[in-house]
């Protein structure tokens, strides 16, 4: 083992990171003003009296989220506009001058009361730009409001998954611009909420860097250090128009950000797993004329495969009408997503087979990736980095899906493997990869057959696999 590859498996995900990981797949929902003006961008110079989602139904959004096989949602309580979901008393600009229940409403209440009733976790995405608030750009009077905002979200609303700080900062209603307090703000989110990651614009879970549901062929998780202050120092520098907010994005898109390659010669090095987002429409916010653009459920499926499936998370946006519930169209196509996964995940065809190892560790036999824990694994022995594992059958079976993880407690450790299949009394490579990570989902092109091998060729000390699964 070399120092460099003994370095890099001491890095491991915390457990708040750990549970987000497992959460896999998640909801963004998008609400505010821009709902009722049809923009994406409010400026805060919008009136609270436009606001009134008079049929809203939290339980019709989490009956549509379940639906979809999602495990959280993550509520957008205060936007770019600055208006707030919630009667904040440090500003007047929220839900309690509008009509909706004649300013009596809490939507921050309503979601996360109707999330935990259906057993989703609930997170709150809080704008640190805020166009509205009169304290913007101001120092440390402003970081003193946004503070405040923030602990009423984080005290008055119960547990919360996920604090998702976004990095856009452009100029405030009075032409400056703020310089977040991050490390302030963290303070708050790990004092009130330890369980909670803090995403994005934040220590726990990094931006996939694209908003288009794209995920890196090979999405590492020990990556540079130096990639969580990227995200910072960008946000700091940002301009207020779209275009220099979207180039910051693309700068931060490098193909590959944790090769041995890149990572030696690195410092420090942290666990900082992707996370992709993306809106089920063009938009982040509901906008009747992209009714006819519910994004088609093969592309969905395969933005679900290559992020939860790709060693990432996934996280789609639904932005609710103005009546304050999702369209009808957007409700058909997350029980479409959903059928589709619990089908195609439904029979393990692992379980009829007969599992075979080159090589393991005593106490790390193969048969324990049947278990699909983390209390056991499979793993070879110190000091070799490669093994062939084979599954048989009595007869053929058709696969269309082999699914991959690693234990990642032991940090992530393989760098290259292959999928090799028996056709025609001949072993024909299916596929070849890099990254296993939290979950590998391969999608095959339907073989039939009797024999499949998993050969791990490369990692960084000994592999391990805590979950095989084979679906037809
Ligand atoms: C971006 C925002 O500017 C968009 O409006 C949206 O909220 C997206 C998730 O993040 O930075």
């Given at each position: 083992m070399t120092d460099m590859d003994k370095r890099l498996i001491q890095i491991v995900p915390s457990s708040r990171q750990l549970k987000h990981q497992q959460m896999e797949f998640y909801s963004f929902v998008h609400f505010t003003v821009n709902t009722f003006t049809d923009k994406?961008?409010?400026?805060?110079?919008?009136?609270?009296?436009?606001?009134?989602?008079?049929?809203?139904?939290?339980r019709q959004w989490t009956d549509a989220i379940k639906a979809a096989g999602m495990k959280g949602l993550i509520l957008t309580c205060k936007h770019h506009d600055g208006f707030c979901l919630w009667p904040s008393?440090?500003?007047?600009?929220?839900?309690?001058?509008?009509p909706y229940k004649d300013g009596k409403g809490d939507i921050v209440k309503e979601v996360s009361d109707a999330c935990r009733e259906a057993g989703l976790a609930f997170g709150v995405y809080l704008s640190?730009?805020?166009?509205?608030?009169?304290?913007?750009?101001?120092?440390e009077v402003y970081d003193d409001y946004f503070v405040n905002q923030l602990t009423e979200l984080l005290t008055n609303?119960?547990?919360?998954f996920t604090v998702w700080f976004d990095g856009a900062c452009g100029e405030g209603a009075n032409g400056k611009k703020q310089f977040y307090d991050w490390d302030r703000y963290y303070e708050v989110v790990r004092r009130l909420q330890p369980d909670a990651c803090i995403s994005v614009c934040g220590p726990?879970?990094?931006?996939?860097?694209?908003?288009?549901?794209e995920t890196r062929p090979s999405e590492w998780?020990?990556?540079?250090?130096?990639m969580r202050d990227t995200e910072k120092i960008a946000s700091k520098s940002q301009q207020q128009d779209e275009e220099t907010f979207r180039q910051r994005k693309v700068a931060a898109q490098?193909?590959?950000?944790?090769?041995r390659e890149i990572l030696e010669g690195e410092e420090k090095l942290i666990w900082y797993p992707a996370e992709v987002n993306t809106s089920?429409?063009?938009?982040w916010f509901y906008h009747?004329?992209?009714?006819?653009?519910?994004?088609p459920l093969a592309k969905l499926i395969d933005i679900y495969e290559k992020s939860v499936g790709g060693n990432a998370t996934f996280l789609l946006n639904i932005p609710p009408t103005r009546d304050g519930l999702f369209h009808a169209k957007d409700v058909k196509r997350l029980r479409e997503l959903g059928d589709y996964i619990r089908e195609t995940y439904k029979e393990n065809l692992a379980d009829l087979a007969v599992l075979e190892a080159s090589d393991h560790q005593e106490g790390f036999e193969?048969?324990?990736?049947?278990?699909?824990?983390?209390?056991a694994c499979y793993k070879t022995p110190d000091g070799i980095t490669d093994c062939s594992i084979s599954l048989k059958w009595e007869k053929d079976i058709c696969m269309k899906y082999l699914v991959l993880k690693e234990?990642?407690?032991?940090s992530q450790r393989i760098e290259k493997f292959e999928i090799q299949a028996l056709l025609h009394g001949e072993f024909q490579t299916a596929y070849e990869g890099t990254v296993v990570g939290y979950k590998k989902i391969i999608p095959i092109d339907a073989i039939d057959t009797s024999e499949i091998r998993i050969r791990?060729?490369?990692?960084?000390?000994?592999p391990t696999l805590s979950f095989v699964g084979v679906y037809g």
């Open positions: 994406e961008w409010g400026d805060g110079t919008e009136s609270p009296s436009i606001f009134n989602p008079a049929k809203l139904d939290a008393k440090y500003t007047e600009h929220t839900i309690a001058a509008s640190p730009w805020d166009r509205n608030s009169q304290y913007y750009g101001q120092g609303y119960g547990d919360i726990d879970v990094r931006w996939c860097g694209n908003e288009a549901g998780s020990v990556v540079p250090e130096r490098d193909l590959d950000l944790g090769s089920i429409r063009p938009g009747e004329a992209e009714d006819d653009q519910v994004k193969i048969e324990k990736v049947r278990m699909d824990t983390y209390e234990n990642i407690l032991f791990i060729l490369d990692a960084r000390v000994a």
